[in-house]
């Protein structure tokens, strides 16, 4: 159960974005589909993703922590994605991918809520990434050249 504190919080960010649940399923949707369909990051999901439907669930759950503090989502992120064949230019596509998204599904309190939130989610991943790899990131993180 959410504490009283972070039922207000939500509610503050409800009240100035205007984010909801439908709204955080159509960018979760409207996101994946434009990821599906494009030739650089599309494959490396399409090799690990067998049925998109939990996937988009559980994408919606997570979302919804992250935005609205639900804690919907109960899951381990940077494990998943420290396996992956990914370097700086994925998270740089992600974020591109992910922008216009939420600028085409969301109004524009809810879509900078939302952005700020991504970047610094694949900052956090594309560091994760790097220091696995054994490798320092190059002149900047995809956030830092954005």
């Given amino acids: 159960m959410l504490s009283e504190r972070r039922r207000q919080i939500a509610a503050d960010i409800v009240a100035r974005t205007g984010i909801d649940e439908v709204m955080?399923?159509?960018?979760?949707?409207?996101?994946y589909g434009a990821i599906r369909r494009d030739e650089f990051v599309g494959p490396v999901f399409e090799e690990r993703v067998v049925d998109w439907e939990p996937h988009l669930r559980r994408m919606c759950e997570f979302w919804s922590s992250v935005t609205l503090m639900s804690?919907?989502?109960?899951g381990r992120p940077m494990e998943k994605h420290l396996r992956l064949p990914v370097d700086s230019r994925h998270f740089g596509r992600w974020l591109e991918l992910f922008e216009t998204a939420a600028n085409e599904v969301c109004p524009p309190a809810a879509a900078a809520y939302f952005i700020e939130r991504?970047?610094?989610i694949a900052q956090s991943l594309e560091l994760g990434v790097l220091r696995e790899a054994g490798s320092a990131p190059g002149d900047a993180t995809?956030?830092?050249r954005r």
């Fill in 118 to 120: 991504a970047h610094w």
């Fill in 142 to 144: 995809a956030l830092e």
């Fill in 24 to 31: 955080i399923e159509r960018l979760v949707r409207r996101f």
């Fill in 71 to 74: 804690g919907r989502y109960h």
